[in-house]
């Protein structure tokens, strides 16, 4: 795995980085074809509302853009993560002093292995839930614990699991986003107190009109889902995955997901 | 600052830890005084609940210990920041593999100078409220976001700011915990959705009775703070701290915080 830190090839980074002491920083996980990364003005738009958000005083997105072009290049399919946190930390406590030098850290990985089960994609719902925090909502940021804790519980014969929120409303899955398709909707939960707005949520919303659908966001329970005609979840890696089971319920066709990664694939790639 | 890393000084950690991408860990910050660490096997203790929360297969407790006794030596007062992740990264997604070797931090830090108010602690509520999440509350984990916005936010006439969750419910300060006295009884929010068991808030609650005061846990709001005979916040580098100004409101004398302080500090060190 090839990683470059602040431009150069390494693989370590300062113990006293904000990063790891806090969680302060934000992260992007790029999917690269021939040698391509994929929507990557999409990724950096939302890397660069997230630097806004956290008053993050980073401004060498256009160096991102090369180092990321650069460890795509000759790769035919790969995934590469880019994180950047607020960096030094060695003066103690949670106030930024302002003047830190942010880390960026940019790493090209494999292009992961698909589990073979025969097209099904089982999904489960979690007994983690998600705390609710207005300004932290929508971003990709490092504070990850909850993510790693619902898929700690996942059980071997799920593929993912949804993940609701302190109030009970359903919000994602803990990699993915969730939609639902009932003609002419196409809906998804709101991610105004917490989730994250995925690349892909945001290729399928845009396509929405295209495919023949209305798309909604809004409210969403689990229970609901028990009248929806389609359920997939999005993430960079998957795409537009069909569910094909969910607690009991199964999803045998899928038309208008299959439709929407059809219209996403020719439009954008 | 030295720093030891898995027992060897250094400064570098991997870039692929999931303490950084994550927040995948624990932290503690002791009080060392006269080449001692104080309140340690409290400290030991909590962190050991959070390992057992985050399922986080770290056994190497009695060498952090002799880490922080080596560090502590000879240091007239000095702060120790622990952290304990879960290690190794390289294999990418949320899920721990179970098979990851913990990273520990041990580092020495010079006791911050404070500032000079003249007895003046100036404590504000913050815009940034606090996410709930049962699995997640009362650990030292290390997803700390909420706590660097709200610092972040709090103008420089400010010691700390109260912090809400997003019920309305208040909770903690951003590096504290809080307390009222109205005798005979001594108030703390309960931590069951959110916050940080201090070690300084269990030193304060075990101290009550020894103060003639009577310990309760329970729910308080920001506005519930104007009926407060005394306010003060607590943390390991504070001790009891009394606040003198909360949002306009003065709080002149505070005879059952210095009695705490003095309980505390004859009975435990």
Known sequence: MLTLINGEPGDRIAAHDR????????????????GKPRW???????LCRGL??????????????QEIDALAAGQSRCLIKLIITRGDATRRGYAPSGD???TRIVSCHPWPAAKDRNGAFRVGLSPVTLGRNPLLAGLKHLNRLEQVLAQQRMTPDLDEVLMIDATGALISGSMSNVFT???????????????????????????ATACGLTARVGPMTPAGLAQAQELFVTNIRLGVQPVTWFEGQAFPDQPFAARLQRHIDATWC
Chains 1, 2 share one sequence.
């Open 40 to 46: 990557l003005s999409l990724h950096l738009a939302r």
């Open 19 to 34: 990063g790891l002491h806090y969680g302060d920083g934000l992260f992007e996980t790029i999917s690269c074809v021939q």
């Open 100 to 102: 830190e030098k942010p």
């Open 52 to 65: 806004a958000r956290l008053q993050l005083p980073f401004s060498d997105v256009g160096i991102v853009e």
């Open 181 to 207: 398709v009932n003609p002419p909707y196409l809906l998804t939960p709101a991610l105004d107190h917490t989730g994250v707005e995925g690349v892909m949520r945001q290729l399928v919303l845009q396509s």
